[in-house]
């Protein structure tokens, strides 16, 4: 069993940046890979990024490119997305999630636990 606490959410301004931290329960957080989704507003959860067991192979979808990164500590049992240049389009409630498969994916339906959630809301 994992439990996962988001933080670091709020509201900044266009070209601001956040990161965001993800703290998690229990000793095995380093056999999990993680990954971060979100979900705006009237829209399905996506996708943003994901990194595996060791903090190696980042897998990031499109829209993460360029300006966001993840990164994890495991002695801290800590994932961290850090966003820079955020837009407006970015504004959503963003998830930790941790899964039981090896290779990082982007399907939502391979994560196990999820934490609550915290929320990202960027102004133009």
């Known amino acids: 069993q994992v439990q996962l606490v988001e933080s670091g959410g709020g509201l900044v301004q266009a070209g601001d940046s956040l990161r965001l931290s993800c703290a998690a329960s229990?000793?095995?957080?380093?056999?999990?890979?993680m990954g971060w989704f979100r979900q705006a507003p009237g829209k399905e959860r996506e996708f943003v990024v994901g990194?595996?067991?060791?903090?190696?192979?980042?897998y990031l979808a499109n829209s993460a490119k360029g300006r966001f990164t993840i990164s994890r500590e495991n002695a801290k049992n800590t994932v961290y997305l850090q966003m820079n240049s955020l837009k407006p389009e970015d504004t959503a409630v963003y998830y930790c999630?941790?899964?039981?498969?090896?290779?990082?994916?982007?399907?939502?339906?391979?994560?196990?636990?999820w934490g609550q959630g915290t929320q990202v809301t960027v102004s133009s």
């Open positions: 999630a941790a899964s039981e498969r090896m290779l990082v994916t982007d399907d939502a339906r391979k994560y196990v636990y």
């Open positions: 229990g000793r095995t957080f380093s056999s999990y890979t």
């Open positions: 990194i595996s067991r060791s903090g190696g192979s980042p």
